[in-house]
């Protein structure tokens, strides 16, 4: 009989999904710095029979300048691996023919070039960093008050993330905001969204118990991973806390050091395929 634990369950995956930031790398001034062994730990995957992808609630730039971002760092990734919320988000948007209001950081703007701005009839919240002013919360407010349907996005809706100066707010806290004065649900696209993760599995034609997800967010990584059936660990290296590992709500099926080290469980359990 096949081992559903963690790492036995390692011997019969087919596809492993890696969380970037706190995973990978740590953000911060310039390009950010690579977590130790998380390079090699890519590749050691890349050159396994696994199918590897990446799914990141990354909102402050475009794929294409993410992905240079890391390949700068020294990581073997291209664009077609990396999943994040902007382009789910503008095919949602022209699929029901909506008009965005847009707050997000200027750097992901461009993703939305295809989709109409004019008098917009739902907004968009992304992780906007110091764009998060009253001003510009007010004003996308004032949008969603003004409609008679409103319709609020959220780009994930993780509490805070870590940069390499310390912990920073995310974009959840501001969705919570609006959803409070609006008394409405924001619809959320990226982790920890079933659909999101669903397009993850769909690309890689594989069934959620074929995969494992591995983040330093044990509620949108490993608890959303969990939720759509397959497998979440967690590492102890970016946002992790201690008091994760007595969460109330999410258990992961294992924790780790680091991507390096779940790296080595997964391909030990494998005869080092």
């Known amino acids: 009989m096949a081992d559903s634990g963690w790492p036995g369950c390692a011997k019969s995956l087919k596809g492993v999904i890696l969380d970037m930031c706190g995973v990978l790398y740590d953000s911060g001034e310039g390009d950010g710095v690579a977590i130790a062994g998380s390079i090699e730990a890519v590749k050691k995957l890349k050159t396994s029979d696994l199918q590897l992808r990446f799914c990141t609630n990354e909102t402050q730039a475009t794929r294409e300048k993410f992905v240079a971002k890391l390949r700068r760092l020294g990581f073997d990734i291209s664009v077609a691996e990396v999943f994040s919320p902007a382009p789910a988000a503008v095919a949602v948007l022209k699929q029901r023919g909506l008009r965005p209001h847009l707050l997000v950081y200027?750097?992901?703007?461009?993703?939305?070039?295809?989709?109409d701005k004019t008098n917009p009839n739902c907004v968009v919240i992304a992780d906007a960093a110091e764009k998060f002013s009253y001003q510009n919360l007010n004003e996308a407010f004032r949008v969603l008050i003004g409609l008679e349907k409103p319709a609020l996005f959220s780009l994930g809706q993780?509490?805070?993330?870590?940069?390499?100066?310390?912990?920073?707010?995310?974009?959840?806290?501001?969705?919570?905001?609006?959803?409070?004065?609006?008394?409405?649900k924001a619809?959320?696209?990226?982790?920890?969204?079933?659909?999101?993760?669903?397009?993850?599995?769909?690309?890689?034609g594989l069934q959620p118990h074929e995969a494992v997800m591995i983040g330093d967010d044990l509620v949108n990584d490993v608890g959303g991973a969990q939720h759509c059936g397959m497998k979440g660990i967690q590492v102890r290296t970016?946002?992790?806390?201690?008091?994760?590992?007595?969460?109330?709500?999410v258990t992961a099926d294992g924790t780790v050091d680091n991507l390096a080290q779940a790296v080595d469980l997964i391909l030990n359990q494998r005869g080092g395929h």
């Open 158 to 184: 993780g509490r805070y993330y870590k940069e390499m100066d310390g912990l920073k707010l995310d974009v959840g806290v501001y969705m919570k905001a609006l959803e409070y004065a609006c008394d409405l």
């Open 238 to 249: 970016g946002k992790y806390r201690p008091s994760d590992e007595s969460h109330p709500n």
């Open 187 to 204: 619809e959320v696209i990226g982790k920890p969204s079933p659909v999101f993760f669903q397009s993850v599995l769909t690309d890689m």
């Open 106 to 115: 200027d750097g992901v703007l461009p993703e939305f070039d295809s989709v």
